[in-house]
């Protein structure tokens, strides 16, 4: 004999008496709720993209004045009168802009995280179902504000690369 949870009664089945069962149509609203979710993330996971193609470039400048620093060091020792005057200089100027590629890198990283806990907060929202918006809202705006930091700070850079730009015979 079947057990008498599980017996069709007269007024339709009776389920098991399981505390975990969840009706098909909670899950099918659980499941639009994600895929719903999974529409609204491809645009933060755009903007990553987007974000880890322009920390790509900056590590890559950072790396091109690492390297030229370096360059220069190495004959600082070898240098006199006005030959370690300009190198000194030069150093100084790549001391700046590496600085200020370093800020653009963290203001950029940041920017990135803020749109991982973004995308995770709008998974989490749907599968808990509480109201997530101020918070998602607030993620979007501060993860703006660092990418905005971060492409100003990258302009300095590159505006002081293009300063210190010698072409031609000095």
């Not at 900056?58 to 190198?87: F, K, M, S, W, Y």
């Not at 990283?109 to 918070?135: D, E, G, H, K, P």
Request: with cysteine; glycine share 6%; aromatic share 4%.
């Amino acid at each position: 004999p079947q057990s008498p949870g599980s017996m069709p009664g007269r007024d339709g089945p009776v389920y098991p008496a399981r505390t975990s069962y969840i009706p098909p149509m909670q899950t099918d609203v659980r499941i639009e709720a994600i895929a719903h979710v999974i529409q609204l993330a491809i645009a933060p996971v755009f903007m990553l993209t987007g974000i880890a193609a322009l920390l790509g470039v900056l590590t890559n400048r950072l790396a091109r004045v690492i390297d030229r620093a370096r360059l220069l060091e190495g004959h600082l020792p070898d240098l006199t009168g006005e030959h370690r005057h300009v190198i000194s200089g030069d150093l100084r100027m790549l001391s700046r802009r590496a600085r200020h590629i370093n800020r653009a890198i963290g203001l950029c990283t940041m920017a990135a995280l803020l749109v991982c806990l973004l995308i995770a907060l709008l998974f989490v929202s749907a599968l808990r179902s509480f109201n997530a918006a101020q918070v998602v809202s607030t993620l979007f705006v501060a993860s703006m504000l660092c990418l905005i930091a971060g492409l100003v700070s990258f302009l300095r850079e590159v505006q002081l690369a293009t300063k210190s730009l010698r072409i031609g015979p000095h």
